[in-house]
């Protein structure tokens, strides 16, 4: 995965609390096979509403999602970041998640950016009054700022999240950073013991 450092851009107000990863990607959707494609069943159940904030022309090209508290619920289905991602967005901005969604996204390079609840408000009203308002996240300092509307404040991220995120590294990115370790002991190794079959 790309290493994410700094995210800046415009954001779409997602105004809802409890939002739970069926709402996000609906199960008819989980029959692809592939890993791309799923942007097109971002919220499609609310999306039929034509007064839905995506449908709204002057949220498009928004690349980070400001939601409601408790964001991404539900069960654990990895689709749900792989729709945010899909569609565009970088990062995700809430007064909370759900333990297994904040995971996957780390895992995927989606930023989860948990901020307070006092700000998490002001942002979501601030982006609704502004569409136009820019928005900068930056993980190394683990800071969120929106100067245009005085907005700004902090958010945490374990330190080992934190260097995932700004080195790029997925789980074969962290096995990665030992290949050398590894081809020292496949050198070495008892010549009975099993070997991965080439192909």
């Given amino acids: ?95 909370r998640f759900a333990d297994i969604f904040r995971n996957n996204s780390i895992k995927q390079g989606l930023l989860p950016v948990e901020v307070d609840a006092e ?16 928005l900068t996240i930056d993980v190394g300092r683990g800071t969120i700022e929106a100067p245009a509307a005085a907005l700004a404040g902090p958010f945490d991220l374990p330190e080992f999240d934190r260097d995932r995120l700004l080195n790029g590294w997925d789980d074969i990115g962290l096995t990665l950073r030992y290949e050398d370790a590894i081809a020292g002991y496949e050198q070495t190794r008892a010549p009975w013991l099993p070997v991965a079959a080439r192909t």
């Fill in 1 to 95: 995965m790309k290493a994410v450092r700094v995210v800046t851009g415009r954001a779409v107000p997602l105004d809802r609390s409890d939002v739970d990863t069926d709402q996000i990607i609906p199960s008819d959707w989980l029959k692809r096979v592939e890993r791309t494609g799923f942007g097109a069943g971002l919220f499609s159940e609310w999306r039929d509403d034509r007064s839905f904030v995506l449908n709204e022309e002057r949220y498009a090209g928004a690349n980070i999602l400001v939601a409601g508290p408790n964001f991404g619920t539900g069960s654990s289905r990895e689709h749900a970041v792989w729709a945010l991602m899909d569609y565009g967005f970088e990062a995700v901005v809430s007064p």
């Fill in 119 to 134: 700000l998490g408000r002001s942002l979501l009203d601030a982006v609704a009054e502004d569409p136009s308002l820019e």
